[in-house]
């Protein structure tokens, strides 16, 4: 099982709401507490990261987010940091707590440290500033900016200082990641009782900066609703490989993968699957690219099935597959280079229709479960499906073009399917049976590519084979990605080679 932190819970504007609501309704902690709390704890963060500031522009709206830019304000001026406060909407609609703090901060300023302007034409281009809080638009967005918004957000991203959104970067939609007409682009994000899902999605990650969250004192109990949770390694832990007694005892995996022309496919997912220290990986292939596998995969047990000049499967082969995936508890990788062959295509299907072992779908086999609907009625599914953008769409039956479109389309068709879902992309979107899905924070396309792909279909299958749970497999093996990915691209300038993953 994966059980993310609070820290890493990715909620809708309306979760958010909700649970604000509840908190202070419900629990009795009142609104303007909340905003003390989530004010204090962006000025610490701030001081924390930037100790020499000097000159801070205050762009704020009349919701609740202006409020806590104005908590900022009070605590950054104790720190003698100067402020010009700029009203978008003027001073008179403030929200009732925003009000109340806009008073309490004009007592903390006996020396004159603060400027207030009541309108985006009042402030003209101060004099000299180090930094702009981004205080116009938290959850309340309800539209594409108007008016002066959009003429402050295009202002502040020219400035060359750092910009810090509370709570939202201004004109990033919460739940959807879009961009609503123009938003802030923020080197820092703080992020009040739980991170928005639209961090992670779309326009979101171009947008937010560093993102980090603030704890605010809601009952963790009002925090359920939450199905969409963000996958990193501050939480993920690499799992401990514990080689058992005997080498079958420390995972077994069989990989049935592989066919003329597509033998790298195969040997890419072996030696991935092998790199994770298994008891034992078999590779199952049609006799005829035996001598391939013996020259290329000396660690791998190969298991050929049919003629010497079988070169693809198909449903011929079944009864001996069958057999030898029988033989041992274990997992199963299927479809690396498999190729699209129509007799393929049956022995896929057949094969999947009396198969009771976890199995990982990828590549070729999926192709194969596009072509026929049989596959839906099968009653044992302990699958993962691992599918690029083309394969999503075309198992989906539809073009997906917006990320929150997918994460819900792949969120109900793990559900309605009962499988587990890994779709590649950015962000990767990792979905299970009961509704719940992961999101990585880096970019998850890359493994779309021929033979990345096929390493990451080896390293889920390996974790898989392993006995760890079908989410943990695939955050597990996007992280292992991730990381090599990474520290390639430290000493590398042109993208890693497949092998590069292993
Ligand atoms: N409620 C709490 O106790 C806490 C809230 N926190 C912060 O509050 C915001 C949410 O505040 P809210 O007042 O609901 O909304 P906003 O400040 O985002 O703004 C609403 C305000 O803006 C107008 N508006 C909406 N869309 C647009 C637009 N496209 N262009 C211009 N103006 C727009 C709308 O009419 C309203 O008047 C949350 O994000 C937190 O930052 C604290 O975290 C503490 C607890
Ligand atoms: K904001």
Redesign the pocket.
């Known amino acids: 099982m994966l059980n993310a932190p609070v820290s890493h819970y990715l909620f809708t504007a309306a979760q ?2 909700d649970i ?2 509840q ?2 309704n419900e629990i009795g902690i009142e ?2 507490t ?2 003390e ?2 004010g204090y704890s962006a000025s610490q963060q701030i001081l924390n990261i930037y100790p020499e500031l000097s000159h801070g522009i205050y762009l704020c ?8 830019a104005l908590v900022i304000a009070r605590y950054l001026i104790q720190h003698d940091i100067n402020a010009s406060i700029v009203f ?2 003027g001073m008179d ?1 403030l ?1 009732p ?2 009000h109340k703090n806009f008073e309490l901060l004009k007592k903390f300023d006996p020396e004159n440290k603060i400027s207030i302007y009541d309108s985006w034409d009042d402030f003209s281009g101060q004099a000299s500033f180090d930094f702009i809080i981004d ?13 002066d ?1 959009q003429k402050a957000v295009q202002w502040a991203n020219q400035q060359s200082v750092p910009v810090f959104s ?3 970067p201004t004109g990033l939609h919460a739940d959807l990641g879009e961009i ?2 123009k938003v802030i682009k923020a080197d820092h994000t703080f992020t ?2 739980g991170r928005k899902q639209g961090f992670y999605l779309q326009d979101g990650p171009l947008h937010t900066g560093q993102v980090t969250y603030c704890e ?1 004192p809601f009952p963790n109990e009002l925090k359920t609703s939450c199905n969409t949770f963000l996958i990193d390694e501050s939480w993920v832990s690499e799992h401990q490989s514990s080689l058992g007694v005997h080498k079958y005892d420390t995972g077994v995996l069989y990989i049935i993968a592989g066919s003329e022309g597509l033998t790298g496919a195969a040997v890419m997912a072996a030696k991935s699957a092998w790199a994770e220290g298994l008891g034992a990986v078999f590779l199952v292939c049609p006799r005829g690219l035996l001598s391939v596998y013996e020259h290329n995969l000396p660690s791998i047990i190969k298991k050929p099935v049919g003629e010497q000049s079988d070169t693809c499967f198909s449903e011929a082969h079944l009864p001996d597959v069958r057999q030898i995936v029988g033989e041992k508890q274990g997992a199963v990788l299927l479809g690396p280079g498999l190729g699209r062959k129509e007799e393929t295509v049956r022995f896929v299907i057949d094969f999947l229709s009396q198969n009771n072992r976890k199995t990982v779908i990828d590549a070729d086999a999926l192709w194969a479960l596009a072509q026929s609907q049989k596959w839906k009625e099968f009653e044992e599914k302990q699958w993962i499906l691992t599918p690029h953008p083309g394969e999503l769409a075309r198992l989906l039956e539809q073009d997906v073009k917006k990320d929150y479109q997918r994460l819900n389309l792949v969120r109900n068709f793990s559900a309605e399917h009962n499988v587990t879902t890994l779709s590649k992309g950015m962000p990767g979107i990792v979905s299970t049976k009961n509704g719940d899905s992961y999101l990585t924070n880096y970019d998850t396309r890359y493994f779309a590519r021929a033979g990345s792909g096929d390493v990451l279909a080896g390293k889920i299958s390996a974790y898989l084979a392993l006995d760890y749970s079908p989410e943990y497999s695939c955050a597990q093996a996007l992280l292992n990605g991730k990381k090599k990915l990474f520290t390639y691209l430290d000493t590398n300038r042109d993208l890693p080679e497949p092998t590069d993953f292993i």
């Open positions: 958010s709401r604000d609501e908190t202070i609104g303007f909340l905003m709390i989530a709206g009349k919701g609740n987010n202006a409020g806590d978008l909407s609609g929200s707590d925003t205080g116009m638009l938290g959850t309340g967005l309800d539209s594409n900016l108007r008016g918004y509370i709570d939202i609503m007409g009040f009782g605010l």
